[in-house]
């Protein structure tokens, strides 16, 4: 969907899976629609394509729903002030109908109230009749009017059923209150109660699994409350506090200790330490100088400084962070699909039973056949709505994602979720996955006369004129000794072999490997032994020489990250294969994957040979993972079934893999295939959960026991089981935002 734009929707009147395909048939009818993703659980819709939002709208509302655009931050306030409104409500419809309901339910079980037998029973039922028929009104119009659309539109919905339902129940004990002499004896009961009780356990269930469900997108919430709502300009001199809104590219923004950073940009002046764990998960703060970047969102801890702003609104990492969790929390995994099949054909079905029900009853049963056909078809239709279905998958890929993206994980579609735990081979590039991709001095030799310092100092200055890698790291190493690299003339670089130049002072240095030394006739013996074994264990290794003499040895590796190992030890321990692939030299694969514990590697790969790799495995019957830095891995991350980009919070890395690692961390990768097991199955239990109580409560609704155990399942008691089932979906559901992916369970 990242291909064409997106539109979220706010979507209301949704009831169950069956409204969730009336939704997403609307919107998929729109001209210019690529693709329509409704979720349920959060009472959402993305929809991908060239298409005005208010087409969109209309088509929503044509199919019998409610639905608004969403646009900011500004509409999730907006719409939990409206949940929490409509909660308020459905706790007074379900108070009210209880108010009628329950003194009722208590009467007849105590045996209090009169059977329809002379003029004054009638009246007195007759009122009642018509308060509960304010009840159905005021606590259950919601239920007729979303029946009734559903019927406009030649569909069934749970509407639809609850409707039948209570409202069976209703005009049945009307007729036993006008017209008592048409109907047997043993038939006159009322069952005005029930339809109240049923109406009040419905309400109050939906109360009760909306509360849950704000539970479930706490972390959408988290994200969007990281922003800042003001930022401090500097214009024309002078400082001001202005809306986040306000603030444009290339301005200058102060930012104090304590405060959030309101939008991306790089430090122009002054330095601190930054908490970015909202971004990578990592709790350690950051040091941060001139020339840094930092990421809106992050919290600034302890100096001052200006930055000057790169990206803001909705082009900030955080608002794709933002736009990439919702994304994948309204998609839909494979297992989706089964549902989507399961539902499409089930009200019908329960219709059918409940008509069966009926027949069969007052064909075969027992006296009063009347009354036992109306209650056993009504409780049929309440315990067969499917929401608790509709509910189990949804609910608990919200919070899988939400998890993940606290870990500072952001994967991209639930379908990506379900497979990452198919993943049977893992395979990693070496430079910034496994090392961390900017080499460094590992350690300096010298000979006699010389000190580490003037060798040191005498090296960053003749690398001061080169851009090679290994030349920064020298640079780089002197630096943080604060070594000051020594003024040389003269420069010229000899390809292949090294450089040369020299000194202020007239002396000429040489700063190369052992071929350009020897060309010079220069005797390297005291350290060849050494440079040896260094490029053995793939370090490479530099020569100084000043005045045809030897002077030192300075070796620069890429080291391997400090958690490698162990994230690689967590992989291995969950059985899977691990391949390490590089384009460097063999000695330098081999030695990397020594360090990490790697049995297998495969070295000097060309960038387009990783992909033919990936393909090996997978034709080896392989589920492959690819694990990369996001830009120049892009071919092979999108040939793997799932691809793991190490990203520094950069727009390439986030767009360029299924799953995206904020933190570049490796043990993200144990985390994320963690979170991917533990949600699928979350999953497969809400659905083993909503099957077998559908299975289980429609034949026991239907009365196939009453031969033996001579009871059936009072429609209030089916009522309070189909209201439980929700909620009981989606507590499940929140006990993954307990899981810990380093060893907790779900």
């Known amino acids: ?356 029900t009926f027949l069969a009853w007052f064909n075969f049963g027992p006296e009063p056949r009347i009354g036992y056909s109306i209650v056993t078809a009504i409780t049929v239709l309440v315990i067969a709505c499917p929401c608790a279905l509709g509910l189990a998958t949804p609910i608990s890929i919200m919070v899988g994602i939400g998890k993940a993206a606290e870990q500072g994980i952001l994967i991209r579609s639930g379908e990506a979720l379900q497979r990452a735990r198919k993943v049977t081979t893992v395979v990693l590039d070496k430079t910034g996955t496994v090392t961390e991709g900017r080499p460094r001095v590992t350690s300096i030799e010298t000979v006699r006369g010389w000190e580490t310092s003037a060798l040191l100092g005498l090296a960053a200055g003749v690398e001061a004129g080169s851009e090679h890698a290994m030349a920064e790291a020298i640079e780089a190493a002197a630096r943080s000794r604060a070594i000051e690299a020594e003024r040389v003339k003269g420069f010229e670089a000899i390809a292949g072999h090294g450089v040369t130049a020299e000194t202020h002072d007239g002396r000429r240095v040489l700063l190369g490997n052992a071929k350009l030394l020897h060309d010079h006739r220069i005797d390297v013996t005291a350290l060849l032994a050494l440079y040896d074994a260094r490029a053995a264990t793939g370090q490479s290794s530099v020569f100084l020489a000043v005045d045809n003499e030897l002077a030192g040895m300075i070796t620069v590796a890429d080291p391997v990250k400090a958690d490698a190992a162990a994230a690689i030890a967590r992989l291995k321990a969950r059985g899977l294969r691990l391949v390490l692939l590089t384009g460097d030299a063999r000695a330098t694969a081999r030695a990397v994957a020594r360090a990490v514990g790697i049995a297998e590697y495969l070295a000097e790969v060309l960038p387009d040979g990783k992909a033919a790799h990936v393909a090996a495995l997978q034709e080896q019957g392989e589920v492959v993972a690819m694990v990369g830095d996001g830009i120049n891995d892009a071919p092979v991350l999108a040939r793997a079934d799932v691809g793991f980009a190490l990203g520094t919070g950069t727009d390439v890395a986030i767009e360029s893999a299924d799953v995206t690692l904020m933190g570049g961390s490796l043990h993200g990768v144990a985390d994320a295939i963690a979170i991917s097991n533990a949600t699928v199955r979350n999953i497969w239990q809400n659905l083993f959960g909503a099957f077998v109580y559908n299975s289980l409560g429609i034949p026991i609704a239907a009365g196939v026991f009453y031969p033996l155990t001579g009871m059936l399942l009072n429609p209030m008691i089916a009522g309070a089981a189909m209201a439980l089932s929700s909620v009981t979906v989606v507590s499940n559901a929140n006990r993954l935002r307990r899981f810990h992916p380093g060893g907790g369970g779900a």
């Open 1 to 356: 969907m990242s291909e064409q734009p997106v539109i979220h929707l706010s979507v209301s009147g949704m009831s169950c899976a069956g409204c969730v395909s009336s939704v997403r048939k609307a919107l998929l009818s729109v001209p210019g629609v690529v693709s329509a993703e409704v979720n349920f659980a959060e009472h959402t819709a993305q929809v991908a394509g060239e298409v005005r939002s208010q087409a969109l709208v209309q088509a929503v509302i044509a199919a019998g729903y409610d639905a608004a655009v969403m646009t900011g931050p500004e509409d999730l306030a907006e719409r939990d002030a409206l949940e929490a409104g409509h909660y308020r409500s459905l706790v007074r419809k379900a108070a009210v109908a209880a108010l009628i309901g329950m003194p009722l339910m208590g009467g007849d079980w105590l045996g209090l109230l009169p059977i329809v037998s002379s003029p004054a029973d009638s009246l007195f039922w007759l009122g009642i009749g018509i308060a509960t028929f304010a009840v159905l009104v005021y606590a259950g119009g919601h239920f007729f009017t979303g029946a009734w659309r559903s019927l406009h539109r030649h569909n069934a919905n749970m509407d639809t059923l609850i409707a039948l339902g209570t409202g069976s129940a209703w005009l049945y004990s009307m007729a036993v209150v006008l017209f008592p002499e048409q109907i047997p004896s043993l038939a006159r009961h009322a069952y005005f109660e029930a339809a109240a009780v049923i109406l009040a356990l419905l309400n109050l269930g939906a109360a009760l699994e909306m509360k849950a469900r704000s539970r479930s997108s706490q972390a959408i919430k988290k994200l969007i409350g990281l922003q800042p709502r003001t930022a401090r300009v500097i214009r024309d001199g002078k400082e001001a506090d202005i809306p986040i809104e306000w603030v444009g590219l290339d301005e200058t923004v102060r930012m104090h200790p304590g405060e959030k950073i309101p939008v991306d940009g790089v430090i122009i002046e002054g330095h601190s330490s930054v908490d970015e764990s909202m971004l990578t998960g990592e709790p350690l703060p950051v040091d941060k100088a001139a020339g840094d970047e930092v990421v809106g969102g992050t919290l600034n801890r302890t100096g001052s400084f200006l930055i000057r702003t790169r990206r803001i609104g909705r082009d900030t990492v955080l608002a794709h962070i933002i736009d990439m969790v919702r994304t994948a929390q309204g998609s839909r995994p494979p297992v989706a699909r089964l549902v989507d099949q399961v539902t499409g054909v089930f009200v019908p079905v329960v219709l059918l039973i409940s008509v069966l």
